[in-house]
């Protein structure tokens, strides 16, 4: 019986030593605050704050299907083919994320970063960028933040599925307002499966910052 014992007690104290190590007390509760509730701080922590103080909240990523991104990007190359064939067209999703890049034959792949900004741009603020670039233009107190890693210059356009921002579409080469129209048409190219709304009327964006305080 003696061996046996001495086997449950060590097992009882590895149990113990490893619900420490990952901070919980009997019952599964975190160590750092009643109820396992509290929210982790640096190094996964608890904070010790009563509930009800912080929140944490997920965030969604949409995204067009490859299909459907494929669609988009070879009719805004077939709409700039005439007027500016060398261009770049980069699909991202709603975190600026890109889906799918393409270059036109003869195009430098350098544009295709300042397209995915363009697109990033368009799905952040939830505009066309050459509509958004004025509306910044118009109000010198606001600013983009520099973290941002947008592009306010014409030729991105967001892309909606009902009322909701699912990506966007950023092309880059030639003129930018024909580049604009392409990017147009890649994303008219899936209206009749995306069935988007009309956005609100346009006004300062939510997401540029005013330079000074309100008083």
Known sequence: MIPSIGKMAVAVALALAIQTAVGQGPGGQGMGSPGGQGPG???GQALNLPPGIVRTDVSTVRALTYQY???AAQAAIDACAATDPHIAVVVVDTAGNPRLIMVADGAKSSLVDAARRKGHTAAGVRQVTSVEQKIIQANPTLIIPPQADYLM???????RAGT???????????????????AQVGV????DVLNPQAP???GPSLNAQPTTMPK
Do not use: Y
Not at 153 to 159: F, M
Not at 165 to 178: F, K, L
Not at 188 to 191: A, N, P
């Open 188 to 191: 008219d190219k899936l209206k």
């Open 164 to 182: 909701q921002v699912v990506g966007g579409i950023g092309v880059e080469g030639g003129d930018p307002m024909e580049a604009e129209k392409c």
């Open 69 to 71: 991104s494929l669609q």
């Open 153 to 159: 210059a014409p030729g991105g356009v967001p892309i």
């Open 200 to 202: 609100a009327p346009n």
């Open 41 to 43: 701080g640096p190094g």
